[in-house]
């Protein structure tokens, strides 16, 4: 008797990608309705994106000593501001020189005037800290849920040192476990759901909106590849790995997050993949993955340095060193604590149009590609999580290479 085949999650997702383009193609309008069923399964995932973050911060935090803690976020913040950073500079080098506003968008188009408002970076500054938690939980303001966390955890692990006592610590672990089986459960209809969401996108657009704005794309495409090569180069040196391992290790967390869009939705996934396949502690993973979703969105600090040159091509304006200056310091700050499924790219860019002076209804030209560019976006912001957490393991000694390499698993590592 024939043992059926079984195609693993990746493979369904990358599946269900292929059919969701060919379906939407042929059918047209006439599969629109299906984005209600992509819509009901990002909601499943959404639902518990906030205490999915907020618990997982707050175990690896309190379950830290305070001298610990201070030592590993220095190091996390250099290498996420850093490479958000490397991120929007690398949109503006080759929006700069491949010119893709010059190309989809119209020569006749007014001129405006680029200005940068100090009162609306205050605002961005001022937006990390919450006035009230419960209302950023019910906003979704992830970078006000995640300095809770934080102050929470601190306190978690104060307590601990100086009481003895992790009974509220134990309660949020047994919580976090729950809500990431919860998760895991709603991810086995992820097929489904990806091929809902993008047979209607590609239904409702037609296959020309794959050609409308190629420019664009492409020149997202390039920037995003050449921003991964030498990421991947600089892991692989400074953790001594073999750098295709790292790549072949790294692929279904890749896949998940090109296709489905969202950072949000690939977070068990990388949790999972980060400790099983490459041989990062339970503790560095479950401390820098949720920090890096809300902190390191080195997709859409590109998306949006990118977008601002595209914009600037388009209203024919020029740009001296200062004002790109300008737009590489408000793609960085502007890309943390945004939204992060599918859509938030446009969210942000709405914000941060103004602050450059220009007018925002120039965004509708870029929204017809949004998830497109989305799954760019969001490889590059998933992947630098896991690339920095491998750093910071390899620092903390933290790092199995047994994993990695395939010669024991995660299960032997923790017996």
Known sequence: MKRAIKFSLTSQIMIATVLGIIIGIIFQDAVSDLAIIGELFLRLIQMSVVILIMGAVIEAVGGLAAKELGKIGVKVFFWFVGSTIFAAVTGIIFGLLLQPGASIMHSDAPKET??????????????????????????????????????????????????????????????????????????????????????????????????????????????????????????????????????????????????????????????????????????????????????????????????????????????????????????????????????????????VMPMLGLPTESIALLAGIDWFSGMFRTLLNVDPDVTVAMIIAHDEKELDYDIFNGKKTYIENNE
């Not at 020309?208 to 090569?229: C, E, P, W, Y």
């Not at 998940?256 to 950072?263: E, N, P, R």
């Not at 209203?315 to 939204?339: F, K, R």
Request: aromatic content about 8%.
């Open 114 to 351: 680029l200005a940068l408002g100090s009162t609306n970076v205050k605002d961005v500054l001022l937006n990390f800290i919450p006035s009230n938690i419960i209302e950023a939980m019910s906003d979704g303001n992830m970078i006000q849920v995640i300095v809770f966390s934080l102050l929470f955890g601190l306190a978690l692990s104060l307590i601990k040192e100086e009481k003895n006592n992790q009974i509220v610590l134990d309660w949020i672990i047994a919580f976090n476990n729950v809500i990431l089986k919860m998760v895991t459960l709603i991810m086995k209809v992820a097929p489904i759901g990806i091929f809902c969401l993008i047979a209607s996108v590609v239904g409702a657009s037609g296959y020309h909106i794959l050609s409308t704005l190629v420019r664009f794309l492409l020149t997202l495409g390039s920037a995003s590849l050449l921003f991964m090569a030498a990421w991947f180069m600089v892991t692989a040196c400074y953790c001594k790995v073999n750098i295709w391992r790292l790549i072949k290790n790294m692929r279904r967390m890749s896949v998940v997050s090109f296709t489905t869009t969202s950072s949000a939705v690939s977070l068990p996934i990388l949790i999972e993949d980060s400790r099983e396949k490459l041989g990062i502690s339970d503790r560095v993973a479950k401390l820098v993955l949720p920090l890096g979703m809300t902190l390191n969105s080195n997709g859409l600090s590109m998306f949006l340095s990118l977008s601002v040159i595209t914009f600037t091509q388009y209203y024919s304006i020029d740009l001296g060193i200062g004002d790109l200056i300008q737009i590489v310091l408000l793609s960085t700050l502007a890309c943390m604590g945004t939204i992060v499924v599918p859509g938030g790219g446009l969210v942000t860019l709405a914000t």
